[in-house]
């Protein structure tokens, strides 16, 4: 079992940046992959960026590209998700999931991850 805790959300205005952080917690050693999704009211959870936890190996969706930065800190089971030029339509409740199991490079499908957090609320706003 592994549980995942987040932090770092909150009001930002546009242009603005913000820290996730995430952390792993339990048999830590299973992980392969860990990503972030996020969810505005009425939408479907959507892919955002996804790591390696090995490898290194990154994944972005086209809309944050260029804006947000996934990284790990293995030595504290620890992934970020730097958010820079923030946009209004970054708002949204961040999620951090993580998988055991080896994921195709392409597979995006929230379903496919074993674990997930509770959830950090990042909203943009001026």
């Known amino acids: 079992q592994v549980q995942l805790v987040e932090s770092g959300g909150g009001l930002v205005q546009p242009g603005g940046s913000l820290r996730l952080s995430c952390a792993a917690s339990?048999?830590?050693?299973?992980?392969?992959?860990m990503a972030w999704y996020r969810q505005a009211p009425g939408e479907q959870r959507e892919f955002v960026a996804a790591?390696?936890?090995?490898?290194?190996?990154?994944y972005y969706a086209d809309s944050v590209k260029g804006r947000f930065t996934i990284s790990r800190e293995n030595a504290k089971n620890t992934v970020y998700l730097q958010m820079n030029s923030l946009k209004s339509e970054d708002t949204a409740v961040y999620y951090c999931?993580?998988?055991?199991?080896?994921?195709?490079?392409?597979?995006?499908?929230?379903?496919?991850?074993?674990?997930w957090g509770q959830g950090t609320q990042v909203t943009v706003s001026s």
């Open positions: 999931a993580a998988k055991e199991k080896f994921l195709p490079p392409l597979e995006i499908r929230w379903s496919k991850y074993d674990y």
């Open positions: 339990g048999i830590t050693l299973s992980i392969n992959r």
């Open positions: 790591i390696s936890w090995n490898g290194g190996m990154t």
